[in-house]
């Protein structure tokens, strides 16, 4: 993916999330400068096996786990500097280095004990499927000009107006909601107080430190989290999360220009899946479906909730490498259905008796597709020390080249296993 002409590359899901990004910033990180978070928060969960260990990271970058590299939270995301700290905390007590490494957004907002409580009381929250980590309450302070940022941590006159504000806001949504929850705002600055001593040294204008990397020629990595289709503009709206998570808004959540971006790597896994309510045209039934969600241990890494799985969406995928300008793909998962005799690929929807072959916007149009597929056969043989193209059976072969002729971008990656070296680079 690096190279003279290529040196800002964007990773991005092009599903609904879980699709081994993780996995695929952990590789690219070990020829960049910088790993670079642009949006979401504690709700995602990337996880990294590196053999003998594994690690999920929430809102750290995964470049973390490799010496040298320089990693930063942008401001698009939602900080939850408690877990932050824990998060530290853990890869210090698993001997990864983190002194100096690691900078925040000092415009960064954060997401405090109220959105929290706001979130596990929402009726909405629980109907959208949302992981109740205060996320959505955090992007609502940040868009109604209420939210605390990292930056207010300096100023404790106007941290209190703000946390009072916010607070207020609170309260009146937990009363609507029924919940008989407090919100003490001097304990809320008192946490705040005990987190900025921690917080602020790693405090910086990150757009402008990014900035600076890219005019002195460095390698840098932009990870986003969760999925394509969890956009708040383009996904599956309501059944969304809170952010912008498509190549778009890379740049809004670092502060570069888009046109500092080089190339777009989105990663799908070889099937599909999603956590929670909302859509999934191909889902499987039983008992097919237990059999991949226990092939490919699909349970959040965040929440531990059961993801529904179903077959490859090429619709889904090709509308994602449209919004995201996809330059390469990544398949993850390849070998969770190697035992599988036979697999689908959904190349249409039927809509009221009409065919399309594009992803729709309209919520209850999707409600009512009759998936059209095209049947492979399966390879029935373990591809999990695969290393290269034609390590890989005949059958998976055709399998990827029709994905890549359906979806219109290239694939570059190939992952048959959860450690860093079960990867095939094309």
């Not at 000009?145 to 207020?168: F, S, W």
């Not at 499987?284 to 479906?289: A, I, K, N």
């Not at 490859?312 to 919004?323: H, I, P, Q, S």
Request: with cysteine; glycine share 12%.
């Amino acid at each position: 993916m690096f190279g003279p002409d290529s040196r800002v590359v964007v990773v991005v899901g092009a599903q609904w999330g879980d699709e081994g990004k993780g996995k695929l910033v952990d590789v690219l990180a070990e020829r960049a400068d910088w790993v670079v978070r642009y949006q979401g928060g504690a709700n995602a969960g990337h996880t990294v096996d590196l053999g003998d260990r594994s690690f999920v990271l929430h809102q750290i970058p995964s470049g973390i786990l490799h010496p040298g590299v320089r990693c930063a939270i942008g401001n698009g995301v939602v900080l939850d500097p408690d877990t932050l700290f824990d998060e530290i905390d853990g890869l210090v007590k698993a001997g990864i280095d983190v002194e100096g490494r690691l900078y925040v957004s000092e415009r960064a907002h954060l997401v405090l004990p109220y959105h929290k409580q706001v979130d596990g009381a929402s009726a909405s929250s629980k109907a959208i499927g949302t992981t109740g980590r205060g996320i959505g309450p955090a992007y609502e302070d940040k868009i109604a000009r209420r939210g605390v940022r990292v930056l207010d941590l300096r100023h404790p006159e106007r941290l209190r107006e703000v946390v009072e504000k916010g607070a207020e806001n609170a309260r009146a949504r937990l009363a609507r909601n029924g919940s008989e929850l407090t919100i003490d705002v001097d304990a809320v600055l008192a946490l705040l107080e005990r987190l900025a001593t921690r917080l602020l040294p790693l405090a910086e204008d990150v757009g402008l430190m990014v900035h600076r990397a890219i005019k002195a020629d460095a390698t840098v990595l932009l990870e986003g989290a969760q999925g394509s289709l969890l956009d708040i503009d383009h996904g599956t709206y309501p059944y969304v999360t809170s952010s912008n998570t498509t190549a778009g808004g890379a740049a809004v959540g670092i502060g570069i220009g888009p046109g500092a971006i080089d190339n777009v790597l989105g990663v799908v896994k070889a099937y599909t899946t999603r956590v929670g309510n909302g859509p999934l045209p191909t889902e499987l039934d039983e008992p097919l479906q237990t059999q991949v969600r226990t092939l490919g241990n699909e349970f959040g890494a965040t929440t531990g909730r059961p993801r529904r799985c179903g077959w490859f969406d090429a619709l889904v995928v090709k509308y994602a490498t449209r919004v995201n300008g996809l330059s390469d793909l990544a398949v993850t998962k390849l070998d969770v259905l190697d035992t599988l005799p036979r697999l689908g690929v959904c190349v249409g929807y039927e809509i009221d008796g009409h065919l399309h072959d594009e992803f729709p916007s309209d919520l209850l149009a999707l409600e009512k597709v009759v998936p059209k597929y095209e049947w492979f056969e399966g390879w029935q043989r373990s591809t999990a020390g695969a290393r290269a193209l034609a390590d890989l059976p005949r059958e998976a072969r055709a399998y990827l080249d029709r994905i890549e002729q359906l979806v219109e971008a290239p694939i570059t990656y190939v992952s048959v296993g959860t450690r860093r070296d079960q990867i095939i680079g094309l």
